[in-house]
């Protein structure tokens, strides 16, 4: 075995190394766990549900958000439009621009807009270029958007939506997409039930961030265990065949009580897929129908401005629980390395 207090320089060199892999392991998975927290904190509360069969209309849209106090409930909704070329033009050069994706929305719109006043309208940099010919200048002038008079009031950096109106009662634009924030907020139930929202997919953004924590974990348990293996064999190295399958037995359950206490479970069920008795075999497999429906739906579907961000914070859970395992399995062949 390794003896620190009779190694040479090289030896103490690759301690080093291995100390330094298991270090950059515990930044990559803080960083990893810092994503998961950041994605609960902004979508956690945000329920989606997805039209793939008859577009609402927005006229419903408006008919569910006047239905409640907004203010008093503090209730968040959008409704997303596949809507394409809606006409915009200005008043003082008279130029015109076919811009796509429409927003309708109320109250805060998770960071990318806040409507001031009920004309107010958003405009992405790129989209002020087209009507404006320039940034400069453009917040407080007045737009026409489908033949109505909207004023300026933001302009969007990112640059992925570029305009955000509020549709007017009676116009002709479908949405495809409703979201639901808050504490105010309609259960799934209650769309379907009372509005006539009858959605194919929804999207509980709470547990898919769960999902992508549950699984970026499992990458890290599989590397703890493989680290675990890889040091119990070199410690177990010529022992006898019994002590020898302690040794090794003894580690992997070591490391597997570490991960469930340190990291957590590497698994995560929804509560949709828990049935009120547990023989109800049909229930198993409509679960599991459903929810492989919805994942390939939610990777395939059209996304926009919370769906693109919340994609990003799944990628970063991911990627930093990826090369974190990396640097723990890279540490425990170093570290076999420096054994032998």
Not at 94 to 103: E, H, N, P
Not at 214 to 243: C, D, H, Q, S, Y
Request: aromatic fraction near 14%; include cysteine; proline fraction near 2%.
């Amino acid at each position: 075995m390794y003896n620190l207090l009779k190694s040479g320089h090289k030896d103490i060199a690759r301690l080093i190394v291995f100390c330094a892999l298991l270090s950059a392991a515990a930044v990559f998975w803080n960083l990893s766990s810092g994503a998961v927290e950041s994605a609960e904190k902004e979508y956690g509360e945000i329920v989606q549900i997805r039209s793939g069969g008859p577009l609402v209309n927005a006229a419903r849209v408006s008919d569910i958000m006047e239905k409640r106090d907004f203010e008093k409930e503090d209730a968040k909704y959008t409704a997303w439009s596949q809507e394409n070329g809606v006409t915009v033009e200005n008043y003082s050069l008279g130029s015109r621009a076919g811009l796509d994706c429409a927003l309708y929305y109320f109250g805060d719109n998770y960071g990318t807009f806040d409507l001031i006043l009920d004309n107010g309208c958003a405009l992405s940099e790129k989209a002020a270029f087209k009507v404006f010919g320039t940034t400069d200048g453009v917040l407080g002038e007045a737009v026409i958007v489908n033949g109505e008079t909207f004023i300026v009031e933001k302009l969007l950096n990112d640059n992925r939506t570029p305009l955000i109106y509020k549709v007017r009662d009676g116009a002709a634009v479908n949405f495809d997409a409703l979201n639901s924030a808050g504490g105010g907020g309609f259960s799934e139930s209650e769309m379907r039930m009372n509005f006539g929202v009858s959605g194919d997919i929804v999207i509980v953004y709470k547990d898919v961030v769960k999902f992508f924590s549950a699984f970026g974990r499992l990458v890290l348990w599989v590397a703890l265990i493989a680290f675990a293996f890889i040091l119990a064999r070199a410690i177990a190295k010529n022992r006898g065949k019994m002590l020898r399958a302690a040794i090794i037995c003894g580690g992997l359950a070591l490391a597997a009580a570490g991960c469930l206490i340190f990291i957590g479970s590497p698994f995560f069920i929804p509560d949709s897929f828990i049935p009120t008795r547990w023989s109800e075999f049909e229930f198993w497999s409509n679960a599991f129908s459903r929810f492989s429906d919805s994942v390939r739906y939610y990777f395939a579907m059209k996304a926009y401005v919370p769906d693109m961000a919340f994609r990003s914070y799944a990628v970063k859970i991911l990627t930093y629980a990826l090369l974190s395992a990396i640097c723990v399995i890279t540490a425990a062949l170093w570290a076999r390395k420096t054994a032998n």
